[in-house]
DNA sequence: GGGATTTGACCTGT
DNA sequence: ACAGGTCAAATCCC
């Protein structure tokens, strides 16, 4: 999975490819999507993705690499969203490509956690928020003051094994106790353990007493909740919306057939969904995707720094609309290390 | 028995 | 001093 600076136009193409075919995957999705989320916010959702996907193919337009392929329609001329990229208070920039790409990718590399709201379907008895695809281990609860319910704190399973730092605060809303917000801090490292793991992670009990073993019953329908099982993204927070691809969003979006995923993997996973050397032409082959994105090696030295570090927030907003994390003092952010980051291309930097 | 969870103690920042 | 976050021994569960 090798690709790097001096990766072929071919696997460019085949890049910038993907990108047009991923969002042609958004604006299916738009057109299928189901019922659970409100209009406006599964409206919303999907413009962003759109939108999202037409800043990337801008970016690699304005990457001044005249080895780029051409063949791109940026903008919304191809999606056909009816939102444009100036939808995003920050992405105002991006109109007429004012702002350099390099400067927009300096925006992006700031924010160092995330969070979104999970809905969950209580009447399908989970007591939890949706396994979202890691294996957490909790290593904490606390009552939080003026909090209704208890914030419970987890870090990955694989923390010592495979040093990954990543961590997550899951509290239920005070308002609605079928909601969770859910803040991620730091990325995963960790090459998980096989993805088919249906397995379990965070049965987040936020109501003391209370058995959650019906949420690992239900893993499997959770692994598969795209297909009815009520486990919503609410984290619309329209505030800043800044970056409209989340990962999460990206996730849902369900290329790969896995809907639940976190935003810790979404740098790579964005982008390994458009390696060719990854994605079969058949992008929905069921847990193809996620295999794939397990064995993605992530943004080297991370994992060695301390957790105190993911502190250093810069935007405090929750957005898992937001495209995440990116560790402040990472040169490039996720697009430095991904093997088929665009820009990493000489030509983009220099 | 080993791994995961619980929970009071401890640490840190404000 | 207080609240939030983490540690780690005790406990639970498979």
């Not at 009552?143 to 605060?169: H, V």
């Not at 609309?321 to 000489?346: K, M, Y």
Request: proline share 7%; glycine share 6%; hydrophobic share 30%.
């Amino acid at each position: 999975m090798e690709m790097n600076c001096s990766s072929s136009s071919n696997e460019r193409a085949s890049l910038i490819n993907e990108l047009t075919h991923g969002m042609e995957l958004a604006k299916r999705l738009r057109a299928h999507l189901g019922l659970e989320l409100p209009t406006e916010t599964r409206e919303m959702l999907l413009e962003q993705i759109l939108s999202s996907f037409d800043k990337a193919l801008l970016i690699l337009n304005s990457s001044g690499s005249t080895e780029w392929p051409q063949n791109v329609v940026p903008s919304s001329a191809m999606s056909g969203s009816p939102i444009s990229v100036t939808e995003s208070p920050r992405s105002e920039d991006f109109n007429g490509h004012q702002e350099s790409s390099r400067d927009f990718l300096k925006r992006r590399k700031m924010k160092t956690w995330w969070s979104e709201q999970v809905k969950v379907n209580l009447e399908n008895g989970l007591e939890g928020p949706p396994d979202d695809g890691y294996s957490w281990r909790k290593y904490g609860q606390k009552d939080i003051l003026g909090a209704k319910y208890p914030r419970s704190y987890y870090r990955c399973t694989y923390r010592s094994a495979q040093d990954c730092w990543a961590t997550k605060q899951v509290q239920r809303s005070d308002e609605d106790a079928s909601i969770f917000d859910i803040i991620y801090k730091g990325r995963h490292t960790c090459k998980m353990a096989p993805c088919s793991k249906s397995a379990p992670a965070s049965p987040e009990k936020q109501e003391p007493k209370q058995q959650t073993t019906e949420y690992h019953q239900e893993s499997n329908k959770i692994l598969n909740f795209q297909t009815g099982l009520s486990v919503d993204i609410q984290n619309m927070d329209t505030k800043e919306m800044a970056f409209p691809i989340s990962s999460t969003a990206f996730d849902r979006m369900n290329i790969g057939n896995y809907t639940s995923s976190p935003p810790t993997l979404n740098n790579n996973y964005f982008y390994s969904s458009f390696d060719p050397s990854f994605i079969s032409p058949a992008t929905s082959e069921p847990n193809y995707f996620s295999n794939s994105l397990c064995k993605i090696d992530t943004f080297g030295g991370f994992p060695h720094q301390p957790e105190s570090d993911f502190a250093d927030i810069i935007s405090v907003t929750t957005s898992g609309t937001d495209f995440p994390t990116v560790e402040p003092d990472l040169p490039l952010g996720p697009f430095h290390f991904n093997p088929i980051s665009p820009f990493d291309n000489q030509g983009f930097f220099h």
